[in-house]
């Protein structure tokens, strides 16, 4: 039991940290959002250089063999530089689908790629009425030769937009909500039978609505086994919400700290509003509720190495409630605090805001993993 | 006691709505369910029609074109407007300059803005806040100095309503620089039209433009512009603010969109069935219909005691309806978010083309719940209320 | 739509409000407390002469004919003044199974005595796993003679230590939870195979639970349809929901009162703590629970008269699970309030506190009638 | 960073869960599971055998019998303790008086009290806390005069939890009436059955006789059970409750009152079929644990931050501790009352003759209801921990 950094970690954190101040204040990504496609391929290629891209790749990959806190260690820092470049979608899905059941032939086509800032990822997942059941999937893969042919739609995929490669998971028999008969693909962004609907998402990222028609895939665009891959979604899915707990948190830090300072500034009746006690209260709270995010954050780090996956779920779950529920208070709570001005496009609190909510919404929300955790039995 | 509505109300009741039936555009009303924003002319559209049904400014004196209703039948009008929905009046016309005239301006006043303002031939906005008075209102700088036979206006006002919109203002303006916080205020109303008249959009976090700054640079305005007596502007803000009260609970709101998440409920889907048909969720909106029935309860005691006692001065009992109000339609909004899960996310699905249709129901959804934030801020925030609460109702 | 009281009313209120100023303040009542069966014979005597154990009765019983709003009033001043006599076994839920299902012998037989306050009633409903379900019934009346014979286990039946009168629900045909076969019958406190085992309550009122063994009633104790009394049980039952909403805002307002009363005059660190800012927007959270609680308690209280029983129903459920809900927080909140103090037995307001939770759990907490608004769908 | 448990820790969380297995009186567990209270004897034996075992002190300097535990191994000590459960040591005596007079005292208080509070030869309590005094401590009005080699102590304490076993109070008394608030206030230790000492029971309103009132009356104490220097009581009160924080979060207890909610509830029905089946009630359930593991490794850090950087000043995240830990332990509580539904009502249904075992189970379950909404209130009310982080944390 040790929560202090390694002499490494501490090195990570710098660099990112450093990395960020220097090209990522509130006016810099008002920049890159206005870019093509809605971040900064100079500040990916930055992260590249860093070696950030390629953290949780084998030092065989061409990667640094970082694991769960390196990682954490990167999400909070982006998090709390509310960073638009799709780190989540590219590194830690991509990434993980890769990681976690790549052939080597498949690493060796797409890890350089990542690891250099050549190429991104997103993951075709949601559909129409899956909302977070993972195993919910309509989109089929039938077998056609060596390879599949792929027919559905997917919903609200992140960095959809920008992606070059799409993982899709796509149902190769059963019915809709069987758990078995589920595959995941690489897919060319690019391939025919692909099209896009893209859109900024409301806390400034940008996404796509995608439909796969007739879309034929070689046998090296399968990840894993076609027919019984639901737990390697789950696997990597899990360290996606791992991931976004830590965002939160950095979110969370950020948000606390942009309120109290304005508060301690923002004058009323002739005295700082920070000085009325209700004020203070409500800070403290805020104060408390991102402490028992970290708390969670730093657990379900800790619970993506469990060896048993229903007690690494259930963990995580647990996580993705606290999370969800500090990051609505502590959102919500900045807002009011800031009065007026925080519901102004214009400060920077509200894009915090809206990026707290959407990963509420994301993966899960708190009553579907609340739920999870009770049916399992609960944590104690 | 007697807690039933009468039969002469509930008469009232289904003349309101079958009125509301027949006349309020179709298009009007889908753009309001979907929480989407409407054009000036869809608003002043149906504010004429209220107006010619005599409608306009139900709560105005008989003699200005007002209903002479009671009370109640004030609340079951609001209410059933909420509830349909229809716009309602333009606030800052008929709730606010529209009384302030009738009780303190001249009889050339009178006799000139208010039919103005019951046809909407002027859409009006409020020039109260500035940046950095906020709660703290009286602390205004904004000034009007006279000269000849004019007001030279200076300052900035902030977080102006549909100032863009706005043919005419209705100012606070420090004409005493030397009086104390609260004195040495003036009311003044002027044309948003008048040289050095600046509207700048404040973009609102759910990409609205519904409020702006507006700026004053030696704006010349008509000495008669004036309204009531010079210096004595804080007295009718405080007037006016006390008169706002009107539907702040905002009831119908919070039932129009509970009958929304039901909607919405029934078709999308959690777990491969209707979220409806999800206990917890089921309970959780139950608990929130419970607190509203239980704010439309209070608030028609606090209506049914100003028919029996009058208006008089503010009744504390607003502030239970302003905290409780915004808490619920922020609740309302926290459920629709809950319902469309992960289709929340997309913003102005839309696009340019318009064609998103198969998304559509969500686009408005995220963009309400983060614009609902603001109901516990303005109006005097919920911490205001509370502090209201303590002081005038609890003695502490 | 009129919320003001009619002069009848204003008379009834300062009648019973005068009764208990003079006569129940914390003094006198842990006297009434100490005295045997745990109330004041004499207080309930004037509350007989005052016409208060009359109130819901006809005209033609020898009653007064009150409704619903005279009741509410009633129960009010009741709760402010935290009273122990049995007004709610006795009056409420006795005198409703009379009134709504007594026959004019059994009105005769039972009424004037309730009016003149020489006896009183309990109502023995509760059994080991029926919880809240009224219908979950299997003490058994089975069919002997004219009569009946009574066997089975009723618990923490209100006022069942002094009672003369029990009222007990049984089954005369079907299972466990089913709806029908369920029939009310009046039963003497000291008929043959009833026993009792009496206690305190945590509020300081009394209750027993009570075992009927082989107990033979004639024709005469049949209160209503013997093989279908649900509907007869459910709308009682709903009258004293009622009236233990208006208890509740009794015990609301007189909470909050003494609260605020205390934290202006308790002194800490040289100024009343009844001026940090944060005590006092406990205090209006406290204001606004307990008008919406009053709110609700009118509303149930117009409920009763629905004719549509399920309407009714869901109205009362709905008002009960505001009661419960700022019940809880008021009683918290005044604890917490008055610290250290509010934790003894010789402060008044702990005592509220007590009370105020009990009714929580009395017919339905806050759950499960929120379950049950939820079911009927919704109120809007 | 490195979030495990290691294996020794892991192997030492078996060795103390053992003992407390092989040696805690089954009846003293039971008692504590049902909530009951334990007689003095039962705690003193069972700490007795803590101390023959050598972890009656555990936190003390090696030099007095103490353990030199990491500080994570206390932490897995105290949760293993309070979850077994177990009655944790009398923290007036181990936690409280013990490190004042190791680290103040001179060489005959240490060599004389501390192997006596080991072993609980003495039973201490606390005279802090006045009548008035509440949050406001240091307004103590307690006096000790000094009149030849006694001092002569008048005033009263309230809230002396346990004092009616006590045999030595340790005492804030006022020595110096004519210095400032906290100046002129000493330290001094004396026997409870010293003449003039009254002990008045204050019973709660869960019906426990846990707290008293503590009258002195012209009370004679030998001179030297001053403890320190005159007037520096202050500093020692501020270095005691600093020590007070351990085991604060109270993770163990409600772990172990979360098992007994779920044990109840698999047996009490609701609807037919046990209450643990009921998904709401399972989903508030989950909410509460997982708050529980939230502070549980909120816990750990400010743990490990202690082993790393040592204790030093009191750290104010142990606020966090408290307020959750509170609110947490309130929590469980509620849904204990929520299990049992009606059948919370019973108060002592023992009676006299002890005979109604049916509802025994849900006997004490009320009265700790009632019992634990002090646990917001005593240790400075979750008001005074705002206070606390908003200033030393946040710098408000």
């Known amino acids: 039991m040790d929560f202090d950094l390694s002499e490494e970690q501490r090195l990570l954190k710098e660099s990112i940290d450093g990395l960020l101040t220097d090209s990522y204040d509130f006016e810099q990504r008002k920049k890159y959002m206005a870019e093509k496609g809605g971040w900064s391929k100079t500040v990916w290629l930055k992260l590249a250089e860093q070696g950030l891209l390629g953290l949780p790749f084998s030092e065989a990959d061409g990667g640094f063999g ?18 638009l470049e799709p780190y989540l979608a590219t590194v830690v899905i991509g990434g993980g689908f890769l990681r ?136 990597v899915v899990d360290e996606a919400r791992v991931a976004l707990c830590a965002e939160a948190v950095g979110l969370m830090d950020e948000s606390l700290k942009t309120t109290v300072e304005y508060i301690k500034t923002r004058k009323q009746f002739g005295v700082p509003i920070g000085s009325f006690q209700s004020l203070q209260h409500r800070a403290s709270d805020m104060f408390v509720a991102t402490e028992q995010a970290r708390s969670m954050s730093m657990f379900a780090t800790m619970a993506n190495d469990f060896e048993d996956a229903r007690e690494r779920s259930n963990a995580i779950a647990a996580a993705k409630v606290q999370i969800g529920k500090s990051a609505k208070f502590v959102g919500q709570q ?45 944590l104690i | 006691m007697d807690l039933a509505f009468t039969k002469e109300e509930q008469a009232f009741r289904e003349e309101v709505r079958q009125f509301f039936r027949d006349n309020v555009p179709p298009d009007t009303r889908r753009k309001l369910v979907e929480g989407r924003h409407l054009s000036k002319d869809e608003m002043v559209t149906w504010w004429r029609i209220l107006n010619k049904k005599g409608w306009g400014v139900s709560h105005w004196p008989k003699e200005y074109g007002g209903t002479g209703w009671t009370p109640v039948q004030h609340y079951i009008f609001n209410e059933e407007l909420q509830a349909h929905p229809a716009p309602q009046p333009l606030a800052f016309g008929v709730s606010m300059v529209g009384p302030v005239i009738y009780t303190f301006g001249n009889e050339a006043q009178k006799k000139y803005y208010l039919p103005r303002i019951a046809n909407v031939d002027d859409w009006w906005c409020q020039g109260f806040s500035e940046p950095g008075s906020g ?16 007001w030279i206006i200076n300052g900035q006002k902030t977080w102006t309503t549909l100032a863009q919109h ?108 209707p979220i409806i048909q999800d206990s917890a969720f089921r309970e959780k909106l139950a608990a929130c219909e419970i607190e509203l029935k239980a704010l439309e309860l209070t608030q028609l005691r606090v209506v049914a005691d100003e028919g029996k006692h009058g208006k008089g001065k503010p009744n504390p009992a607003s502030s239970v309806l302003k905290i409780k109000g915004s808490e619920i339609q922020q609740t309302t909004t926290e459920l629709l978010m809950e319902v469309i899960g992960p289709f929340a996310a997309p913003y102005d699905v839309h696009g340019d083309d318009g064609s998103n249709e198969a998304m559509d129901w969500t686009a408005q959804i995220a963009p309400s719940y983060f614009n609902n934030r603001k109901v516990s801020i303005y109006g005097g925030s919920n911490e205001i209320q509370r502090n209201i609460i303590a002081k005038a109702v609890l003695g502490l």
């Open chain 2, 166 to 273: 706005a043919d005419m203002i209705f100012c606070l303006c420090r004409t005493d620089p030397s009086a104390k916080k609260q004195m040495g205020i003036s009311f003044i109303v002027f044309s948003m039209k008048s040289k050095g008249v600046t509207v700048r959009p404040i973009q609102t976090i759910d990409g609205g433009r519904e409020v702006n700054e507006v700026f004053f640079d030696d704006v010349e305005v008509p000495i008669e512009n004036l309204i009531g007596e010079e210096n004595k502007g804080w007295d009718y803000a405080k007037f006016l603010l006390g008169n706002e009260r009107t539907g702040i609970a905002r009831v119908g709101v919070s039932k129009e969109r509970i009958r929304r998440i039901k909607d919405l409920a029934s078709k999308v889907e959690s777990a491969g069935k």
């Open chain 1, 100 to 235: 976690h059941a790549g052939t080597d032939a498949q690493k060796a086509a797409h890890v350089p790629s990542i690891i250099d800032g050549s190429k991104t990822l997103a993951f075709a997942q949601l559909e129409k009425n899956s909302r977070y059941d993972l195993f919910d999937v309509t989109t089929t893969a039938k077998k056609k030769g060596d390879g599949y042919v792929i027919d559905g739609e997917k919903f609200v995929v992140l960095n959809g937009e920008n992606a070059d490669t799409l993982i899709v998971t796509a149902r190769t028999k059963g019915d809709r909500r069987d758990k078995s008969g589920i595959g995941v693909f690489l897919v060319p962004a690019n391939a025919k039978g692909v099209a896009k609907k893209s859109y900024p998402t409301q806390d400034g990222l940008h996404a796509a609505d995608i439909t796969f028609t007739g879309v034929e895939v070689g046998p090296d665009a399968v990840l894993g086994n076609p027919e019984a891959s639901l737990a390697l979604i789950e696997r």
């Open chain 2, 135 to 150: 709660s703290d209102l009286a602390s205004l700088k904004t000034k009007a100095e006279r000269r000849g036979d004019k």
């Open chain 1, 66 to 83: 970082g694991g769960g806190v390196e990682t954490m260690i990167v999400m909070e820092a982006l998090g709390k530089a509310l960073v």
């Open chain 1, 334 to 378: 900045s807002i009011q605090l800031h009065g007026g001005i925080g519901m102004t496009m214009e400060a920077k609190i509200g894009h915090y805001f809206k990026r707290l909510t959407m990963i509420e919404n994301t993966f899960g929300d708190t009553d579907y993993h609340q739920r999870r955790v009770a049916d399992a039995g609960g």
